[in-house]
């Protein structure tokens, strides 16, 4: 069994900062990319920003310059650090990681947290 456990999240005015943090925990044997992903009412669920497990990232446009994404590989842990935030920026945050589990030697899966919710506003 794999859990991912995301926190950070909360009300920030424009302009402003916050951290999310995801720790992945389990029976875990390997965790290949992991991401962010956010979903905002009445939107489809979009990709924030991605790292593999050698430390490439992507990201969304509309994020680019103001948000990065990094992992520590020790703790099974990736980090969003959310900088210079807009009002477009609120919606519920979901972290993502490709698992692969001591269960299933050769399987990847990808698993979910449960969302963090982020808003922006004054």
């Known amino acids: 069994q794999v859990q991912l456990v995301e926190s950070g999240g909360g009300l920030v005015q424009p302009g402003g900062s916050l951290r999310l943090s995801c720790a992945a925990s389990g029976s875990i044997f390997s965790i290949n990319a992991m991401g962010w992903y956010r979903q905002a009412p009445g939107k489809q669920r979009e990709l924030v920003a991605a790292i593999t497990s050698g430390g490439s990232t992507n990201y969304a446009d509309s994020v680019k310059g103001r948000f990065t994404i990094s992992r520590d590989n020790a703790k099974n842990t990736v980090y969003l650090q959310m900088n210079s935030l807009k009002p477009e920026d609120t919606a519920v945050y979901y972290c993502?990681?490709?698992?692969?589990?001591?269960?299933?030697?050769?399987?990847?899966?990808?698993?979910w947290g449960q969302g963090t919710q982020v808003t922006v506003s004054s």
């Open positions: 993502n990681a490709r698992i692969t589990t001591r269960q299933a030697m050769g399987v990847l899966l990808a698993y």
